[in-house]
């Protein structure tokens, strides 16, 4: 069965998809090859670091030999397996990191944002943008509200000043998970979205008197992005109606 598994992950022709079983059984298997379940010796170490390099290497190998899906997949294993580990400064991290920036709209999406929000700061490159923005230009789904919102953080790590405009955008459009990484955008405010704000805060008062995710949402944001030039009217809006809103 180990000789099968490790036939597959060298098979230029096969995919790794995330979170699937392939990889970590082939170690884990393997692992417990090399040390064989003991009853009299319960505490023995399995080397399961030792396999993990093993395999890794082999997939870092077969890298040229593979096209589309089956060289995205195995490069992101490689490239994430090493990142955990922060094992980052060797040619098979180095490799499987180019495979990404250069093929990442070949990235199923499903593990965009999973990539860009846990393993972004590995991947900014300029060479990485026209795919963002593809994935901004063509993704509208509300399911996928989160990738755009990484996407977006991405995209102001790389280059902040050419991302400005589709954040205004984005906030005053209706993606509230953008709030999830509002904190490490480079913008102490966005001037362009007071307007926006306090037009979608009077409009979410007038709903107020029952729980209203949109004057959370509206307010969060203008407590983020707007100036103060917004504070006479909000203080306004607020001593009218506030008794009404939520804490």
């Known amino acids: 069965m180990v000789a099968r598994l490790e036939r597959a992950l060298q098979d230029p022709s096969q995919t790794l998809d995330a979170g699937t079983s392939l990889f970590k059984t082939a170690v884990a298997l393997k692992a417990h090859l090399k040390s064989p379940f003991d009853p009299a010796n319960h505490g023995?170490?399995?080397?399961?670091?030792?396999?993990?390099?093993?395999?890794?290497?082999?997939?870092?190998?077969?890298l040229l030999e593979r096209r589309g899906q089956p060289l995205v997949t195995a490069a992101r294993t490689v490239f994430v397996e090493l990142a955990e580990r922060k094992e980052t400064s060797g040619p098979?991290?180095?490799?499987?990191?180019?495979?990404?920036?250069?093929?990442?709209?070949?990235?199923?999406?499903?593990?965009?944002?999973?990539?860009?929000?846990?393993?972004?700061?590995?991947?900014?490159?300029?060479?990485?943008?026209?795919?963002?923005?593809?994935i901004l230009q063509t993704q509208h789904d509300r399911n996928f509200a989160s990738t755009r919102a990484a996407v977006l953080n991405q995209l102001a790590r790389i280059n902040s000043a050419g991302v400005r405009s589709r954040l205004v955008a984005e906030i005053c459009g209706d993606n509230p998970t953008l709030l999830q990484v509002a904190r490490h955008l480079p913008f102490e405010s966005l001037p362009e979205t007071d307007d926006?704000?306090?037009?979608?805060?009077?409009?979410?008062?007038?709903?107020?008197?029952?729980?209203?995710?949109?004057?959370?949402?509206?307010?969060?944001?203008?407590?983020?992005?707007?100036?103060?030039a917004v504070f006479d009217d909000l203080l306004a809006l607020y001593l009218k109606s506030g008794s009404t809103w939520d804490k």
């Not at 023995?44 to 077969?62: H, M």
């Not at 900014?124 to 026209?130: H, K």
């Open 196 to 228: 926006c704000l306090t037009r979608k805060i009077h409009a979410a008062a007038d709903l107020s008197k029952t729980p209203n995710l949109n004057l959370q949402w509206a307010t969060e944001f203008a407590a983020r992005f707007a100036t103060p």
């Open 44 to 62: 023995v170490t399995l080397p399961y670091r030792e396999v993990e390099d093993e395999y890794l290497k082999l997939l870092a190998a077969s």
């Open 92 to 134: 098979d991290f180095a490799a499987a990191r180019e495979v990404l920036l250069t093929h990442f709209a070949e990235v199923n999406e499903f593990n965009v944002d999973w990539l860009l929000n846990s393993y972004g700061n590995y991947l900014q490159d300029p060479r990485l943008i026209p795919a963002l923005e593809q």
